[in-house]
């Protein structure tokens, strides 16, 4: 079918255009480097400052964008599809709220320092919490607005609870250090970060995209994709499982960078034909694309500090979304 | 195949939406489910359809319960009242849901469906509409189309014929009386009684959850059940060999208050 194959044609071009924005990614930084000579080095072995520079500053950092940015776009699109609104975007069944919240309090009882990945297992551990209350709920005969409510509702307790460590915060340099990091960024994360999110955020993905005939299915409404043989309740489940494993992940290691599962969804929806489950892969990759060239341009800029991501890709992203809405705005009903 | 409704009730909040209905429908037939608002018509629809799990009572599908799953969404097709699309997808993307239970294991067949399925409700010339861009009946007949593409043996179809103009209603009753006609078992319910009375083989009245009558069209909307179940009275006659009900006046004299 044509529809097929131009989805194939724009996810191979999304995927080359992520690929490409991840290897400029690794062209920028603070300290000059030669990438090339880098790579050079760091392909035969020799133990040089620029081969350490590309492989513990450079490449965790693209390969982030990519993984954070893909987790983002794809869970936005699973998430627009389940309840059938634009609207939606990955935080809403509360994992990303519940992963920030379990970060915050690793910052708050000052173990951020204990190991450099502390922040990243506290923010897990938050996306771990939430997706088990949620998921008990959806093994129940609960209909999506009630998950999606469930999902409110834990969103609210967690920022409540994030401003909470915030009010009691011992210094106001811990305050600042944890607003900094709720702000979003890919500064300073090393391979490490990387092993610890990959494999979740794998799954997660596979969960996601398991899902994307149902999604179709519930273009016609639940009684229509039940009526095709989809059991909604498991489908629930799975995309709560999914997003929690890739967006818990994603915020872990990033802070909550927003916008990104939200307008990139919404781009890239008429070139799929509105089709929900094609909107998936490009979904992901468009987000790759979005967040890797949000990363890149921050540091392009010469502000500093440097800005933080969430903040850039909410800047670039929200004048794009209202933009696309004005410029296609249709005169007919 | 052959679906047996046996007992079904089905409970919402207290109260009793079905009560201990039983019900069969067969192959080859053309089923009119007709009934005052809140009669129960779609809440039957949707348990037949296997979407609803009934209070009590069992539905059986030649003789045996069902799991669900693609295996009956291949043999039983849905068409829920209302219309409910929530992406512009095309027509021809929106009808080529009905293969999802398929699985795309003959893509050919899935294709030769679909076109079928667009022709049949003559929705074929817009097949590259998005589907927010066409007329209320325009999209019914799309998502019947949907329906039809599923090949089912049993369609189960809640007012499909409610936002069409007249000679489109011609078409959907001719079209579904010619799938009965073709082996397809065929549920419809209608509002419109002279379009029940004049295309369905059987018509099944409900009134408050339960069936209170059943058989020939004509025997089954008689002065009496016009009169108490929907408390009308309408003008009954034939027109070439065939029988003419039509709405005249609310009844005098009946038990019923009006339709609430």
Redesign the interface.
Known sequence: MS?RGRHGLLATALGALALLCAAASTMVGYAPLDVAAAAGDLLSGRDTLGALVLLELRVPRALLGLLVGFSLGIAGAAMQGLL?NPLAEPGIVGVSGAAALGAVLVFYFGAAGAFSLALPLGGIAGAAAAAGALLALARGNTGTTALILAGVAVNSLAGALTSLALNLSPSPYAALEIVFWLMGSLADRSLAHVGLVIAPMAAGWLLLLRAA?AL??????E??A??????LRRLRAGLIAGTALAVGSAVSVSGAVGFVGLVVPHLL?PLV????GQLLLVSGLGGAVLTLVADTGLRLLPVRPELKLGVVTAILGAPFLLHLLLRTRNP?P | MNIEARGITVEKGGSAILSGLDLSVRPGELLGLVGPNGAGKSTLL?VL???EPPTAGAVLYDGARSV???????R???L?Q?G???????VE??VA??R??H?GLDTARDAAAIAAAMAATGVAALKDR?ID?LSGGERMRT?LA?ALA?EAEILLADEPIAALDPASQLDAMALLRRLARAGTGVVAVLHDLSLAVRWCDRLVLMATGSVVAEGAPSAVLDARNLAEIFGIEALRTEWEGQPVVVPWRRAERTGRTGPG
């Open positions: 529809g059938r005939p179709d299915a519930l273009t016609l409404g009684d229509v039940a009526s095709l043989g989809f059991d929806r034909g509105q089709k929900p007919n | 949707r359809a296997g979407i669900g799953g693609p295996a009956l969404a291949r039983l097709a849905y829920p209302g409910e699309v929530n992406w512009s997808v095309t993307d929106a849901l009905g999802l239970p699985r998005r861009t998502l949907r599923v």
